[in-house]
């Protein structure tokens, strides 16, 4: 079992920044690791993902402003989020899985409850 909180989201300006967090109950294996963001009516939508070996992806509409990184000490997975736009507006979730993931939602068996990010023109 393991269980997933965000942390860090709130209403900030466009152009601002934001960290997201989101702790891990300790755990020995590895996971593969992910940020996800939904907008009322809209799917699920990856944003960035860190694989099991430490490589990173970045869905394309935010490349070069968001950097997904890892304290795995503190079992802990960060989201920071540069030049924030309107359009990045959403509810965040942190994902894990233990076997292979892509940044498709349904590849992930566990998740928080997500976090809030509004952004403001």
């Known amino acids: 079992q393991v269980s997933l909180e965000e942390s860090g989201g709130g209403s900030v300006q466009a152009g601002g920044s934001l960290r997201l967090s989101c702790v891990m109950s300790?755990?020995?294996?590895?996971?593969?690791m992910a940020w996800f963001r939904q907008t009322p009516g809209k799917e699920r939508e990856g944003v960035a993902l860190?694989?099991?070996?430490?490589?990173?992806r970045y869905a394309d509409p935010v490349k070069g402003r968001f950097i997904i990184s890892e304290d795995y000490s503190k079992y802990t997975l960060y989201l920071d989020m540069n030049n924030l736009q309107s359009e990045d507006t959403g509810m965040y979730y942190c994902a894990a899985e233990l076997n292979r993931a892509s940044m498709n939602p349904d590849d992930f068996g566990w998740w928080g409850h997500g976090t809030q990010v509004t952004v403001s023109l």
């Open positions: 300790p755990t020995y294996n590895k996971y593969f």
């Open positions: 860190m694989n099991a070996d430490g490589t990173t």
